[in-house]
């Protein structure tokens, strides 16, 4: 019996994560089998749009109809609405996917994550990091937990875009403090955050800085010359010190004229270092003890990570991938009834440190966050 | 009605190619609708697993019974196999999608061309040049077709591949004369020379140099120690003349030691220039008119060529999506009764280049193409 | 008459300038005629070889004696030794050319300023921030002057060296605050605030943290096995609120594995972007308004910044020739009497902030930097 | 006693030679002591200017005065000037260094390497390719000496320039067969040629291919519009096969816009790879056995060749610092009367083979070296 899968969202996520399910079956023949059943979403003939050409079966227009019904309940709607059907879901036992961030508050991450909590490890919660899935940030992984690295000194992370930097650029959900919860932070820092644990640990204390350079904008539209304020930061920075006595700093910005989805991390241990970009997402920078220089490694080989399922040495892969291995590792656990990772934990956990980042920019100081 | 593909070959390009046909929905919907109708091999069990992983409705074990039952048919078997069953569905009105080099020898290609030409132009024979349809190359073709670039002085190519520098990696058909027809040659010089002569025009003269390095390989298999002969090249150069009066080196190898699929054309106009590499497809570095230095443009964004149906700008795409652009235009034409290119006429072309190139090898001198 | 240069230090500062000044008659023939006259130094014997080889004509081992017979004074010894002997020259109207950070404490740096002032605009007091003086950094200055860059929006600067991260690497002066005030933060980050100012402007306000991960080291030498105390930082992060708007993020290390001399500066404004590293000093990354990427622009043309000096296009030049260029400035302003920058001004400037970040780094809470 | 050097030739070539002379005190203490003692020319004026600014003592206007009384004589003229005063130079047994290409023709250059064989071995006979003396390139010339990179299969340069690109730039001698022999070949060939000689070692056959894009050039100079002809190459490229076993392609032009000194090297072997670029000539990038991709090593480390005579690690040195080191081993060698590389048999083997690569583009056939 295939797993039936209910998606809330039908935009740029809901396209991205349906064809990732599509693709399971050529390149994951292990995969559980799945129906993509009902779409879900408020205006009715652009769901049935997408629903025919997203291959979901049925629609509906109030998630309350589908979370009990379905195997699996995936929320790929905006900030606000990730709270209440996740929980109402979870509540009846239904494997919860969230894109990220987890939520636009503290209080509704914590909210999620109990209601995981309390679902069970056998009712999978996974949070949307799909940058984990990278098999140039698995096989980073790999190096760091055999220790390649040594002891880690240095973390830096940064996310650029440049799609607001154009004043007249439209107001959207993303520039609204209720509905996004924060800007650039929360839609770009959590995903340097989320691999930054994944990848060296824990953070124990953050000063943060976050600035909006264009407080209001145009609504798009025919006829109209609204304006909306922006009420979230266009660009945010922040310093760390992680839990191991590393230091970092990380950043992210919708105004960096020229980047259009440029997120690097880097990482300088006692014995080596390692850089990756995700605009050159088969490659990855490591310099490794005895190196003088560090070795550009196309992650196309045949071991590794995800890729025997793919093409051939040096066939590049692009960034919809990471959702197919994204996807393969959450169904599977669903299909187990296993624990996935992220989880709603590690959406809390991110979440605690998005908002440790806004309290430290309000207050001007460093801020700690409690284990 | 569906198109009815039916297709020969389900090793590498036969899943390259299904993946490709299956991914069209739900990005080109504006493409024809098709049937994966059969699958043709040899060896049946090994046919049934790839029919049903790669969704194909059913399985021939002979191409004759295929040919005149569907409307479209694709020969991804290896070269010596391109000729018959490509002419055999021409001969009754299929169009055929044949992977490249168009054949092992001119005299093989210059029949399929004919047949070609005998079918007419609105039975569309394609040939496998997947590297056309690279959005960063489609993006060169309008800076040259747009005069960007000036007056051509050089041309450059390369395809560097490393996977048979160790002298025990197994011999396979690709080090075969007589079904390969050539080495590194045919099998990567064919794409160089396609994207040149698509580029910058037609190649008048040439002179060749092919080199086997290691001369016998071990047969793969349990319990064999069967040694074969290598009767190919396994690096090949070529130094070229155009039409228009631009001078070209080109080369490929299978011993460049740590290049796995490594594609580069480079060309200087007297206005400009531009470099493209394949492990690096989603980019292409431009110097236009007044710039000092290469411009390293992301070819992401939304009105670059194909981008629209994928992704948002920064969300970079793979190697396989380039066969879903070809896909895309083969199989409109197919369903429009209108010619498509690269076809086999191009295949033609750039066979009579690489019989020039070992021509001029074996004579140690300059071999002109006749027009 | 030649103007006779006194210069105390012979280390590798003393290297680097002295070589700068032997050079300016051929490559800089307007550049003022100067004696290398008086090297200063405690250790007669090594400063005797020292004089020998760097072309001096005379020793000495107090700077007083020397201080008011030279016509200028180079001051290149250690932080804790910049105040005296430069106050002192400057009390007796002696040009003079100090090696940065300007002192180790903000005390020191005020009285050398003040005492700058007092000598007046006629009695040059230079600052030695020679990364100004890069040509791709006097052409970053011109495109950001001309508002190429249109409003800055981000700033972001590093620092990377690794001679410390070994454990075992011996102390010296540099890890000891008393005489170099501080670690990585004043010997490199003082380079990238002097940068920021030169290129963008004033600093507001700065949160900074200051990281010590090795905390004592051998003392080199044979037969001792002393340990002293580091009781500088190994490495700084400081994020930036600056004058026009601008939010910046800085930082350096002496731990960051791989990197020898790699400081990089970039900056995006609402028109374009830049980036240079030091490490490929001839280039500099430019994206201008209308661009789509980053133009790697070979900053050697012959009508590049002090480039109609050295060698026709393409041959680069390297880190000392930035020497060359500020000698040939600041001895060109003590001929003519004229004003020289960066000067005592420009280092207090920067010491201040440097001061502010370490205060920052103590009370965990941002510092504001008063005018 | 100082070596006496007369130096025919006071353009670019004379520049930066005198210069490398000057610098030696200070950097290669052991290099012997010289006089920079007469500077020869036709025009009295400049020649005296250029005497005056390069540091000479003496000028003359007629080598024939000079080439007996000096104990080192520097041949910097146009190529067609080379072999008259070199002859003359060792027959008296004075040791000369002369420019490359040696010569303008075959029959010259055998002449030269015949006085020099006459001469003796404690006679040295330079022949300027100065690209030896990069660290870089020495690094790798240690790593192929050791083994590293295996047997050798590829080898591949091109020298890229644009300056005659525009079909105004006037006319020189270097677009005259009768003085410079040769275009792009034998002024950028040459070096490559030696390059490869080096590193990989002898060549035994060439496929050469020359074009000349402009034929006819103005010449600069007021009040004049008299047109010269262009009787040499803009552009070549040649096919290699090595004694070793290797292939090869090189090519260079003056045609190749946007690059302006860019004179790059690959090799690889059966173990290895490698790329040097002589526009970033601090780096080197290296494939050795077990690694994935190149490592980028910048070669400034204090136990590089020859680096341990500038600056830290990181420090990066300049195209005229290879002068320097070039200077100090010929000179080395004059004062120890012995033997020095590259000498006038390896600029006479360079010349065999640009001799040989315009035999085959004549022919249009492989010419084979003769050992």
Not at 200 to 206: A, P, S, W
Not at 273 to 301: A, C, K, P, Q
Request: proline residues 5%.
């Amino acid at each position: 019996m295939p797993l039936e899968v209910g998606v809330l969202g039908y935009g740029f996520m809901g396209k991205a994560h349906a064809n990732a399910m599509a693709r399971l079956p050529m390149f994951f023949p292990d995969a559980p089998a799945i129906d993509r059943s009902v779409l879900i979403g408020r205006h009715e003939s652009a769901l049935a749009d997408a629903a025919d050409r997203l291959g979901f079966d049925a629609t509906a227009t109030d998630w309350r109809d589908v979370v009990d019904d379905v195997d699996v309940f995936y929320n790929l709607g905006p900030n606000h609405v990730h709270r209440e059907p996740s929980v109402a879901a979870l509540e009846v036992g239904t494997p919860v996917f969230c894109e990220k961030p987890l939520a636009p508050t503290l209080e509704d991450a914590e909210a999620m994550a109990a209601a995981a909590r309390e679902a069970g490890d056998d009712v999978p919660a996974g949070c949307a990091f799909n940058y984990r899935f990278v098999p140039a940030i698995q096989y980073a992984k790999r190096l760091l937990e055999a220790g390649d690295l040594g002891e880690i000194h240095h973390v830096r992370g940064r996310y650029l875009q440049d799609w607001m930097v154009d004043p007249e650029a439209p107001w959207s959900w993303r520039n609204d403090a209720e509905m996004a919860g924060s800007g650039a932070l929360g839609d770009l820092g959590a995903h340097t955050i989320d691999l930054l644990r994944f990848l060296v640990g824990e953070i124990d204390r953050v000063s943060g800085h976050l600035t909006t350079f264009v407080d209001e904008r145009p609504v798009e539209g025919a006829g109209t010359d609204e304006i909306r304020p922006v009420t979230v930061d266009d660009a945010y920075s922040a310093q760390l010190e992680l839990e191991n006595g590393a230091m970092g700093t990380i950043e992210a910005s919708r105004f960096a004229t020229g980047h259009k989805n440029d997120h690097t991390i880097e990482i300088h241990g006692s014995d080596g270092s390692l850089r990756f970009s995700l605009e050159r997402l088969n490659e990855l920078e490591v310099l490794r003890d005895g190196d003088r220089g560090y070795e550009t490694i196309l992650v196309t080989d045949e071991d590794d990570p995800y890729i025997d399922h793919w093409w051939p040495p040096g066939h590049v892969i692009g960034w919809e991938h990471l959702f197919v291995h994204e996807n393969y590792e959450f169904l599977c656990a669903v299909a187990d009834e296993s624990e996935y990772e992220p989880n709603f934990a590690d959406g809390l956990a991110a979440q605690r440190i998005l908002d440790a980042i806004e309290k430290s920019d309000n207050r001007g100081e460093w801020i700690s966050l409690e284990s």
